[in-house]
Every structure is written in C-alpha cells, then in structure tokens.
C-alpha cells in the first residue's frame, strides 16, 4: 500500500480500483480500514481512494506533531494535489467533513458530489449544547488524561456510538483500540477531541463551503442510533441543504460504512453511477 511523505511524518493512503473517483476522508478514532469493505464493493466500477490522517491508522503518530484542524486540511490538501487527479466526488465522515470538504472551493479536482456520513461542519456546541458543561473536563485535565492513560476514544466513545444492526464485535472493537497501543500513540486523538471545544477555531467557520454544497449534489447517509452526534446535527444538515436527498438507516450508529456496509454500498453504487460523468 502507498504512503504520501508529509513534513510531519508518513500518510498511509489506500489506492484501489479504476474509474471515476471517489475519495474518502474517515474521522476519529478509526482509519480507512473502516471503509474496506466499502472499498471492496465498489473498485470493480470506480476508483478509490482513502488517507489515514496522521496520527491514526498505518500513518505515522509523532507525539509532536500539528494536529490542528488546520494542519489536517493542509495534508490532506497535499495529498490531494499530490494524486494529480481531475474530478473526484468527496465521501466524509465524523472530523473527515471538515478537513476535506475546504476541496469543494478550489480549482482542482473539480469534487463532483459529496456524500456525507454522520457529519458536521460546525461548532458542535451550536447542535450539542451538553458540550458546554463537557468543556470544563478539558480545562482540568481530565480529557486528555483519559485519552492517553485509557486509549479513551476507542475504548470507550466508539463502543458508544456503534448501533444495534450489527453489534461491534470483540475483535473488531480490539482492533480499534490496537491502533493506539500507547499514550504516546494517542495524540492524533487528542488533536481531535481538542478541536471539539474550540468553539472558536476558524475551521469551524465555513459558510463558504456549505454555499458551495448547495450547488452540488449531496446525499446524506445517516445512523440514527448515533450517541454522539446526534439528530440535531441531522436537522441542521436538513435546513443548511434542503435539496440533498437524505437516506437514515435505523438500528444503525455512528460508524455507518462499517455498521451498514451492504446498505449503503447499494446506495452509493445507484447515486454515483447517476452523477459521475
């Protein structure tokens, strides 16, 4: 598999199939591994393409690194010029929005349509008011002690937030947590849970981008029984993109690629063979 030399460190990459493609942006705490079977399911008839931010899956996890928002938009940008690729359709999920939809505003590759699993684009405050009162366990330290001393995002939050159709399995879920077999393994999902409250962060201003997405065709795959991100933040995708065309899937969490791989692949076979070129 191909790795992308960043100044930070090493990016994973996965590059499987020919045809029109569809690049893939995963969020925390999982990898493009999450989307294999997705993967599988569709590089008969397309091209796709799927980064391990850094910090997480087979890239590199440098303790020193920038794991910013910012940062994370610059890589995948790199990567992005790097594949030399004309057009391209967008699937994001989770902290993958937000780093990779900014490529819906520039000249190359023209992104053609966009796919949106279990997403935001904003301060998550706005849409989950609980996390003023969370913010105080980052002020004190108790967050980030967690994620580091008990591998937390894994352990704890995906296990949370997967559905009931398909139970998390106990291999599957230590497969999760093998990623980050250290503290010092765990900055990227520091990195992210930090960027949650910083409510203020000019990565959550992005009123450019959803202009854009109202011109383009979006479809919104979503998991009700998401324990995370919740059903406001589909409502607000609702009134932020009213002609998107919207499919819930019930008994299904956050982890929607993985929890409703069959689902969703017939999905995005029928939607992608209608908007690809």
């Known amino acids: 598999m191909p790795h992308f030399q960043v100044s930070d460190g090493r990016l994973f990459y996965r590059d499987e199939g020919e045809g029109p ?18 993967i599988e399911s569709l590089k008969d008839r397309y091209r796709v393409l799927a980064l391990d931010h850094l910090g997480f899956g087979a890239s590199d996890k440098p303790v020193d690194a920038d794991y910013s928002l910012a940062a ?17 359709h967008l699937l994001v999920h989770d902290f993958g929005a937000v780093i990779a939809l900014p490529a ?15 997403t935001w684009l904003w301060p998550l405050i706005e849409t989950e008011p609980q996390m003023k009162s969370q913010a105080r366990l980052l002020q004190w330290g108790v967050l980030p002690w967690l994620y580091r001393s008990f591998n937390f995002s894994p352990r704890v939050l995906l296990k949370m937030a997967w559905g009931r159709k398909n139970p998390l399995t106990r291999e599957r879920h230590r497969h999760y947590m093998d990623q980050f077999p250290t503290a010092r393994d765990r900055e990227g999902a520091v990195g992210f849970m930090r960027a949650l409250f910083d409510f203020g962060a000019p990565a959550w201003r992005n009123d450019d981008i959803l202009k854009r997405l109202r011109e383009l065709p979006v479809l919104i795959a979503w998991g009700l029984e998401d324990r ?7 409502a607000r995708w609702r009134s932020e993109l009213p002609y998107a065309r919207v499919m819930t899937f019930d008994q299904v969490g956050h982890f929607v690629a993985e929890e409703n791989t069959a689902e969703l692949s017939a999905l995005l076979g ?4 209608r908007k690809s070129p």
């Not at 995963?26 to 989307?35: D, F, I, L, V, W």
């Not at 029928?270 to 063979?273: D, N, P, R």
């Open 21 to 38: 493609v569809l690049v893939i942006a995963h969020g925390t705490p999982t990898h493009s591994g999450e989307y294999a079977k997705l």
């Open 72 to 88: 994370h938009r610059r890589r995948f940008r790199e990567w992005l010029t790097m594949l030399k690729i004309d057009a391209c």
């Open 104 to 118: 819906v505003l520039e000249p190359r590759p023209v992104v053609s349509g966009v796919i949106l699993l279990n």
């Open 228 to 234: 995370l991100i919740g059903p406001r933040n589909l």
């Open 270 to 273: 029928e939607w992608l063979e």
